[in-house]
């Protein structure tokens, strides 16, 4: 949820506008397995077990303003780096191929392996996230 809710604070200037002296924009982003919609991902989590699924129709009332899908368009110019697994039992990665068929350039789609957020698992995935954060905030990620 946290990527999903990430890119939609930053896809509002007046939220992620810097307000007070000393508070830095944001230079990056980087999600793992976020969900595309959130009426969307409640409707799978609800038609995974018989017992719920009479809740998968007061699943479509869930309002999609917020939704990572129609917001990333909106996002500042800056580098954004979306991990996400295709072995994800929870998001499945049809989410970040959604959010990605509405994203700008500056966004790209880093595949993981194994399950939902667990990509910084891997050492090759660690290096591309450090590298991303260290492209971004140049001098002011270093020691």
Do not use: K
Not at 14 to 23: A, F, M
Not at 46 to 68: E, G, K, N, Q, T
Not at 89 to 104: C, M, S, T
Request: contains cysteine.
């Amino acid at each position: 949820m946290g990527g999903a809710l990430a890119i939609d604070y930053l896809s509002r200037p007046e939220l992620s506008t810097p307000v007070h002296d000393g508070l830095r924009p944001f230079a990056a982003l980087v999600t793992e397995s976020a969900p595309a919609s959130w009426p969307q991902i409640a409707r799978e989590a609800m038609a995974r077990h018989w017992l719920s699924w009479p809740l998968v129709i007061p699943a479509l009332l869930i309002p999609d303003d917020h939704d990572a899908e129609l917001r990333v368009a909106h996002l500042p110019a800056i580098p954004v780096l979306m991990l996400h697994s295709p072995d994800d039992p929870i998001v499945g990665i049809h989410h970040a191929r959604q959010i990605l068929a509405h994203a700008p350039p500056n966004v790209r789609l880093l595949e993981t392996r194994g399950p939902h957020i667990a990509g910084l698992a891997d050492a090759q995935i660690r290096r591309a996230f450090l590298e991303q954060i260290e492209t971004a905030g140049g001098e002011r990620c270093r020691p």
